[in-house]
């Protein structure tokens, strides 16, 4: 019998999940999350983040991650009731594009991290920056601006990289670093990616950056696998000596380092690299097929789905990147998602039951009202000012409003990932609110595509714990399929479905135009679109 680890560092928690693998049997034994807020309330985060004046700027404290790191394993060794001389690989995954720096003595502190003292306690000594700008900021819009003039324009950019420049993506936040923070900058050493400092911790030296999380930072040529030159020095000088190297998403790059060893009886597990939450979900809702896409409801909101080649979207809103499997994989992200549906209910009093109740007692197309929910600052369409629009919609109806907000967010995801969406016959919902089927109903009718739901919602942590299983079988000269590696676990939750009801989705063909032409009105391009809404 065998354990496979995947941990899940994300925007609000750290999350944990066992596989058990007995012969042909797979099953999940163990599941376990640490929210940021709640269990580590000495931070003062807010859904993981700290706050800011300025609404365009989203940091986090990479030593809150190493104490959440320590503090689960201390809970696997002596709350699971596993029996962990098992364990034979852990992986992980990890929001993206977030960025650690670490100063010239990590290397050597890493390598000899000290049983007798907290993770955290020594992690402090190795950065250069006490926090890491993380995927929800927005504040570096003349950087990647700059660097797009170098490189040579938008899509010469994303055909380099894989995407043309975002503010969360980690170059434009290194390049911002670097001018801001000149002194800083020269005392970094390395800097890492939310997933490979998190990998660095269990193995105990410098962990290389795998291609699926690297393809998020405007900074590697994607389809070479290495470092750009072109891209490297448009962002930051001598940028090549504070990179990790790059490696497969399936590499094992160590073992367990002696800290977990001796502070927890842990066994030298391998360790098989980190990638981002999204490339994980790839695996973990068994997305390994064509004509299928996923819709992950977490922090953002994302559409993803499996490329056998790196297709660039001609519009710029989307991103590629390296999938698990070795292939490629497209995804839009969207920042208004779990906290805007809050924003919502909250606003009106509601608990997620009386959201639910919300949209069951209300039409589907909202009577034609619409609202354009962006509280933050939005990534797709880029909105650098947060406002809420609502056209034909009465603020002070609270049912309408929640309705209007869901169909808003499934409307968005259908309009900016149609140019992916050739032929889509069904969709893996996941991430926490894929657990609402009143929203996943939305969902169906605005896709016109079945939805599944994912059983474990937490589908990041379950794909690190698969590819921890792909990795050690590689590894130990095993071929493994990757149809082989998800089947009867990444699988849909049986009785899951939800099918499209026609009508809505005869009449959300048409508002999906309406939506359109008002997103098109917010940003300033289009003709004031209230004749077409509800308030017309
Ligand atoms: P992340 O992995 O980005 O940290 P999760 O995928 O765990 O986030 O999703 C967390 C979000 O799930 C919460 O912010 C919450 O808004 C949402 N959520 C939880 N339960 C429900 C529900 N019943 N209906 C809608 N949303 C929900
Ligand atoms: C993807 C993105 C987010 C983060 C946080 O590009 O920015 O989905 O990975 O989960």
Request: proline share 6%; charged share 20%.
């Amino acid at each position: 019998m065998s354990l496979y680890l995947g941990l899940d560092s994300s925007t609000q928690t750290l999350t944990g999940v066992v596989l058990e693998v007995a012969g042909p049997r797979r099953q999940i034994v163990y599941q376990r999350s640490l929210t940021f807020d709640r269990d580590f309330p000495s931070y003062g985060t807010h859904n993981g983040v700290l706050p800011h004046t300025d609404p365009l700027v989203a940091t986090s404290p990479p030593i809150l991650w190493a104490e959440a790191l320590d503090r689960f394993m201390h809970i696997l060794a002596t709350e699971s009731g596993l029996d962990l001389k098992g364990l034979r690989a852990i992986s992980g995954a990890a929001q993206q594009h977030g960025s650690v720096y670490l100063n010239a003595a990590a290397g050597a502190r890493l390598g000899n991290l000290d049983v007798g003292r907290p993770l955290v306690d020594q992690v402090r000594d190795m950065l250069s920056r006490a926090d890491a700008p993380v995927w929800m900021d927005s504040s570096t819009t003349d950087e990647c601006a700059e660097i797009t003039v170098a490189v040579g324009g938008d899509e010469s950019l994303a055909r380099l990289t894989g995407s043309r420049a975002f503010e969360r993506f980690t170059g434009p936040q290194i390049r911002k670093f670097y001018a801001r923070d000149p002194q800083g900058y020269a005392d970094t050493d390395r800097i890492h990616l939310v997933s490979s400092f998190l990998a660095s911790l269990l193995v105990g030296r410098h962990a290389p950056i795998d291609y699926g999380d690297g393809a998020g930072m405007n900074l590697m040529d994607l389809t070479r696998r290495q470092w750009s030159d072109l891209a490297l020095r448009a962002t930051a000088p001598d940028l090549a000596h504070k990179l990790p190297d790059l490696c497969a998403s399936s590499a094992v790059i160590g073992r367990l380092a002696p800290y977990w060893l001796e502070r927890y009886g842990l066994p030298q597990a391998k360790v098989v690299a980190w990638t981002g939450d999204n490339p994980s979900s790839l695996i973990g809702v068994g997305l390994i097929q064509p004509r299928r896409i996923a819709i992950s409801l977490g922090t953002s909101d994302t559409v993803f789905g499996y490329l056998s080649e790196p297709r660039i979207d001609p519009s710029g809103t989307n991103h590629v990147f390296g999938a698990p499997t070795g292939d490629f994989m497209a995804l839009v992200c969207f920042k208004n998602g779990s906290l805007a549906r809050e924003r919502v209910r909250d606003a009106y009093g509601l608990d997620w039951n009386g959201f639910s109740r919300a949209l069951r007692n209300t039409a589907p197309g909202n009577g034609g009202a619409i609202m354009l929910p962006w509280f933050d600052p939005e990534i797709t369409p880029p909105v650098q000012t947060p406002a809420v629009h609502r056209y034909g919609l009465d603020a002070a109806d609270a049912a309408a409003n929640v309705r209007g907000v869901v169909e808003a967010q499934m409307m968005t995801t259908a309009i900016h990932s149609a140019w992916m969406g050739q032929g889509v016959e069904a969709i893996h919902a996941t991430g926490g609110a894929a657990r609402n089927r009143d929203i996943l109903q939305v969902m169906a009718d605005v896709h016109n595509a079945d939805v599944h739901r994912c059983d474990v919602h937490e589908s990041a942590a379950l794909g690190a714990a698969l590819r921890a299983f792909h990795g050690d079988q590689t590894d130990g000269g095993r071929q493994v399929s990757w149809n082989a590696v998800v089947a009867g676990v990444a699988e849909p939750a049986a009785g899951s479905r939800v099918r499209p009801v026609p009508e809505n989705v005869a009449r959300y063909a048409d508002l999906k135009r309406v939506y359109a032409a008002c997103e098109a009105h917010a940003l300033g391009f289009g003709p004031d679109p209230t004749p077409l809404t509800g308030g017309g």
